[in-house]
């Protein structure tokens, strides 16, 4: 028997090397290995193919061209020239092709840029990896869930401090809002009123250490001293002119505090500049304006502000940021905190603490931030959804044109195969005529983006720029599309056109093969109308879920009722009476009341425990507490279902209650609760019950009712609802004006509708309405433009059919209702489809809110209506164009 | 003008092919080069050194017979080239003039 050489490292010599060398390689192994082969067989087989691997190095691999192709450069410059001069012969397509296709680019590419703005949120501090907020871990002692906030007891930052010494930075934070502030000149005399809604922060230098916000001037440590403030460069500029002139001139500020569930007013201080911060960056959650040193005023109050020792002292406002080792175990460490919360709280005190990364801050609607802005994962995958939707809406408009139009070039191809292209040049001819499209499809998309983004700025209040120098994520982005859209749209065109038989080509013979592609155009049009009618149906649902908040009852008079900030002073209901009666004495003021807040609120409540004497049920029961006048239930037209209003009163003497509150303590009917006390704050206050007011919404419809007291106390008014009559309402306010600014010379006067701040509370949902509306609107379009296409080279297909029919008695009616046929079966096939996902979708969605519309089935119906409609008229064009063109000249001609 | 440089293993490979002389093809190049510097030499390091010095001009080739106990493949014969030839003088030269220069002292 022969010897043989091992045959697979022959086999892999074979394969890798170059055909030049084979012989000589191959010969001088083998006859190495028959003269090893004769001492030891299994030693000679080893050698060889250890020989083989040594062989395989880069002087004797093959070069990597599979074949050789030498004149590709000259044959790429031929597929450019065929491609632009068919792209300028076909112009009506081109221009549907690349003007869909760009529509589609610039959605991905807007929607990428949102994204990247939301998901860059405070990813800019070198520390950012050991960045933590502390988080309190609500335990409720009558459900077995628990909640997260983000405020904090006060002793919480100084006790870590000493508790956990391994931690490297402690920052405490309180955020202000509404702030008065004025801008003093040398002699302490006020020169301009300003008002900071937010951005007023109090901490620590430690948040410095902790974050990264650099200092044009002045130092972090100034922070140490009270009654020091560091303002950003903007506020610099709007107070003082000039940010190099404003370090150490003062600002006198009039802050309200909250502590608790308590709003409280501290007298005016002086502050003075000793810092400016450099421009602060838009994607972070801390939009610092001004930073006053903690430990000025209430912060540094032992007694009754920030620095009380009492674990169960809080405010809303109060949070803790701490910057930890690195390697530390964030799981150990939330046990140890625990741990510590346990020693240092009181026995009844259950609840306990957690540290959060600050990358999961912005996503984190359910605690918030303070920046308000917050947008959950689900909503960022819906928008990636959408944008690859949309995309591919765009794509199978590109697969359905092309292929439609392959009859077309079919001459072409078998021109080329006769002379000698092969099927791989054919596909690379047409993928680098898709590229063309899709390379000028999305520098078209690029020119749309940027001159879109300051509408959507505007519509979804954000701050997104596109700056494609300094931003390689989206180079990488938009390579990435260029090349998936080319991939997607191109590669299935392509092996059809490839594929053609030279013969019947040449003999025009294609029509008859052309039938399966329709099939498949057909599959195509039915995804896209899928996309097109789930994102209507989606849309109106959405829409409908808006309405329903706008004018959903809420149980109080919402109309032409006008909110103003007020300060009280010390002479208690003196301010209150004099302005009243002034504003009443105003021709359109119907009625006026003074109220801590209006009858709903956002999240912006003051809740106490509350308990009924002598105790009836569950001593741990939450209510929402407002304080007001007796003139609220006629102002905002509560309706008292037992009892009466409440009397004029300074002090705290007598409460209201709503229903919820009586059903909450298990009392069948309202007026078992008259006249029974009620006490809150932990008994601080004890008053009786005179009146039940009927049920309104007083939160947002993302909750349910909560129960609700409404009491008298002249120093927790913060604002006055004016009801006014609806005609002349600017004469009105102007009015109403002059008398603010008589009693608060050094407040800036601001106003706000109850009814507008009302729909602020459904901002985000409004937005998002926007966003599907256009998107909706976008998805229908493209589909409808790849449609028309489709339709017009049917046309152009069928029009001796069309003139054949016609003579022989077809109306035009007919004809048209031939076209339209196809493409109302593809569009109810569609509709099929999309109704149950969009149904399902939604129905997801409205789980959301407490308040919601039922899916009422007629939407369904309606959506697929629309798209019908939209379809037909796309078509009718192209369809009533055929069906009155003249049948002689189309059949007179021979082609 | 400037010779292209020639590596120690591409000289001594050279060297052989020179010696060897019309019979000098991989194998026999190995089996000579193992057996005089009795230290073990991979086939694919001869193989590289005659394809660059074949580039460099050092060596040309030609293929032998078929013949059975090569599996049927061609034999790939190396002669030294006038080239080849220079060089391998040029570095003897240069050995013997570097030798030359070691003075006469006594290394016991």
Known sequence: MRTRPPKWPLLFLRWFCREDYLDEIEGDLIEIFLRRHAHSPAKARRQFLWNVLKHFRPEFIKPMRLKPYYNCTVMFRNYFKTSSRNLARNRGYAFINIAGLAIGVAVCMMIFIIIQFQTSFDDFHPKKDRIYRVLTEYHHSDAADMSHGQSVPFPMPEGLKTAFPQ???????????????????????????????????????????????????????????????????????????????????????????????????????VLKVSGILATIPKNTDFQLKLVIAFGTDFTGDRLYGLQNPDWSGTSPDFGCYVLLPPNISVSNFNEQLSAYARK????????????????????????????????????????????????????????????????????????????????????????????????????????????????????????????????????????????????????????????FNPVNALKSRLTVNASKGISLRRGLVVVQFIIAQALIIGTFIIVKQMNYFMDQPLGFDKDAIVNIPFRPDSTGSKLTDYLRQQLLSI?????????????????????????????????????????????????????????????????????????????????????????????????????????????FNDRSFRHDLAPLLIATNSTMYRQAGIKLATTNISSTMQSVKKIWEQAFPDYVY???????????????????????????????????????????????????????????????????????????????????????????????????????INIDWWLFPAGGLVAIIIALVTISFQAIKAAVANPVKSLRTEG | MKHPSIGEFEELVLLMVAALHDEAYGVSIQENLVEKLSKNINVSAIHVALKRMEDKGFVKSRFGGITEDRGGRRKKYYVITALGKRILDSQYELRTDLYKMIPKISFS
């Not at chain 1, 009625?591 to 105790?615: H, Q």
């Not at chain 1, 509708?753 to 229908?780: H, T």
Request: glycine share 6%.
């Open chain 1, 167 to 269: 931690i490297e930075q402690v920052a405490p934070i309180y955020a202000s809002h509404n702030d008065q502030l004025q801008v003093l000149d040398v002699n302490g005399g006020s020169v301009k009123n300003f008002k900071e809604q937010s951005g007023v922060f109090y901490t620590a230098p430690s948040f410095f250490d902790i974050f990264n916000f650099p200092l044009l001037a002045g130092s972090y440590a100034s922070l140490k001293d009270p009654n020091n403030v560091l303002l950003t460069k903007e506020i610099a500029e709007t107070y003082f002119g000039d940010w190099k002139t404003a370090i150490g001139k003062s600002i006198k500020l009039t802050v309200t505090y909250r502590i608790g569930a308590g709003l409280f007013q501290s007298p005016p201080i």
């Open chain 1, 344 to 499: 240092a709280q009181s026995p009844d005190n259950k609840d306990s603490y957690i540290v959060q990364p600050i990358n999961a801050v912005h996503y984190d609607s359910e605690t918030g931030n303070y920046s308000n802005k917050t947008i959950s994962h689900e909503l960022i995958n819906v928008l990636w959804l959408i944008a690859a939707f949309i995309l591919l809406i765009a794509c199978v408009n590109f697969i359905n044109l092309s292929t439609a139009q392959a009859v077309n070039r079919a001459k072409e191809v078998g021109v080329r195969k006769v002379l000698g292209s092969n099927k791989s040049q054919l596909l690379m001819q047409f993928i680098v005529e898709t590229f063309l499209i899709v390379t000028g499809a999305v520098v078209l998309a690029t020119g749309i983006t940027i001159l879109v983004l300051p509408f959507v700025n505007r519509l979804l209040d954000l701050s997104l720029s596109f700056n494609i120098f300094n931003n390689p994520a989206i180079i990488l982005f938009l390579l990435a599309v260029t090349m998936s859209v080319t991939a997607l749209a191109g590669f299935y065109p392509s092996i059809v056109l490839s594929r």
């Open chain 1, 587 to 695: 021709n359109g003021v119907q009625a006026v009341s003074f109220s801590s807040n209006t009858p709903v609120e956002d999240g912006n409540d003051i809740w106490s425990t509350f308990r009924l004497d002598p105790v009836k049920k569950g001593t741990d029961l939450n209510a929402i507490i407002k304080f007001s006048d007796n003139e609220y239930v006629p102002t905002y037209k509560l309706q008292l279902i037992a009892g009466r209003n409440l009397r004029p009163s300074g002090p705290t003497k007598e409460f209201l209650v709503n229903e919820s509150l009586v059903r909450s303590l298990g009392l069948k009917k309202p007026e078992e609760i008259l006249n029974k006390e009620i006490s809150i704050w932990d008994g601080r206050i004890k008053c009786p019950v005179v009146g039940v007011v009927k049920d």
């Open chain 1, 750 to 852: 601001e106003y706000r509708f109850l009814d507008d701040k009302i729909e602020s509370f459904y901002k985000q949902e409004s937005q998002l309405a926007q966003l599907y509306k256009i998107f909706a609107a976008i998805a229908i379009f493209l589909s409808c433009l790849g449609l028309y296409g489709l339709a017009s080279f049917m046309a152009v297909q069928r029009i001796k059919e069309v003139g054949i029919r016609k003579v022989l008695g077809a109306t035009a009616a007919n004809i048209v209702y031939l076209f339209s046929k196809e493409f109302i079966v593809l569009i109810i096939i569609a509709f099929a489809v999309a109704a149950p996902i969009a149904w399902f979708c939604m129905h997801k969605w409205l789980q959301d809110y407490v308040y919601r």
